[in-house]
């Protein structure tokens, strides 16, 4: 085994603590991967759930790739001053090839120190808008959400997008800070209707709905205006009055969160249609075309 190693050493000039390098880079590879795999199994097995596993998993990827970058070169590198020399030669040519690889690095810097948003939330960055599910060096994963999809169910679809997008495109996080939107309901019903009856049967219905969830949005709104300097007059849900060519519109405006925008109002929708069944003064209304006939009216 000498011999080979004396072999080696003498037909590709190696230097002798070559050998010690080598060793210590395989020990030190092998470690840092059994010490990953220890705590991931840690994390399982303690039942943690699915987005603690996965910022477990992400985390400790990005810990385990830097240790190597930082352990490696403290063994392979005798000179750290020939290292800074190298890196001042190329730094420019790194800078112009790399441009966009090294805005998104920038941008990722900037989602994990300042965090405009994280995995789990629900954002609109651009034109895309979606769940984010996965967050990575050079890009962010969303999973769609609207489009030709009404109600911003998801589309199925996902959209990977450049970290650098954060710098140059406005961003809407519907999850952080006051976790509900204002969601609205039209409905429209005819002139010949008792439209007072029909704004009170609204009034009802969605105040009823609204306490289900009162004592949360009270909370959120109260720790969000420690940050965020918001006016918000009242939360509480409302009926607006106005006039259309077909009939009367009454407008339901109610907190609800993001993710269940649809179902909130699929479940307002089906009482209106039952309260309204029961009263026959009041119609919901649709498009029609009336006739005057000046000789027999």
Same mark, same amino acid.
């Given at each position: ?56 998993? #992400? ?10 970058? $930082? ?33 998104? $690095? ?20 651009? =034109? ?55 969601? =609205? ?11 007072? #009856?029909? #704004? ?70 089906? =009482? ?24 027999? =009216?």
């Amino acid at each position: 085994m000498s011999e080979i190693m004396l072999w080696f050493q003498n037909q590709y000039d190696l230097r002798p603590h070559f050998y010690q390098n080598l060793v210590s880079s395989v020990v030190v590879l092998l470690g840092l991967w059994l010490l990953r795999r220890w705590v991931l199994h840690l994390v399982a097995k303690r039942g943690s759930d699915v987005r603690v596993r996965y910022l477990w998993r #992400k985390t400790t990827s990005y810990i385990y790739y830097l240790s190597i970058v $930082i352990v490696l070169g403290s063994i392979w590198l005798d000179d750290l001053s020939n290292l800074v020399t190298y890196l001042g030669l190329v730094s420019a040519g790194v800078a112009i090839a790399l441009s966009d690889p090294i805005t998104n $690095i920038a941008g990722w810097l900037f989602i994990f120190l300042r965090g405009p948003f994280k995995v789990g939330d629900r954002i609109q960055i651009g =034109e895309h808008a979606g769940d984010v599910i996965d967050s990575r060096i050079f890009q962010f994963t969303l999973l769609e959400i609207g489009n030709w999809v009404d109600a911003d169910q998801s589309t199925g679809r996902m959209i990977h997008i450049p970290n650098r997008k954060v710098f140059s495109d406005p961003l809407a996080n519907y999850s952080k800070g006051f976790q509900f939107i204002w969601n =609205e309901i039209p409905v429209l019903v005819t002139f010949e209707s008792d439209w007072r #009856k029909a #704004k009170t049967l609204l009034n009802s219905i969605i105040s009823r709905h609204e306490q289900e969830f009162r004592q949360d949005v009270e909370q959120q709104l109260q720790s969000t205006a420690q940050d965020f300097l918001i006016f918000t007059p009242t939360t509480t849900p409302i009926v607006y009055t106005s006039v259309r060519d077909s009939g009367v519109l009454l407008t339901i405006r109610y907190l609800c969160k993001p993710h269940e925008r649809r179902s909130t109002a699929e479940v307002v929708w089906e =009482e209106i249609l039952e309260k309204f069944e029961a009263h026959p003064d009041i119609q919901l209304a649709y498009p029609t075309t009336r006739f005057f006939d000046a000789r027999e =009216e």
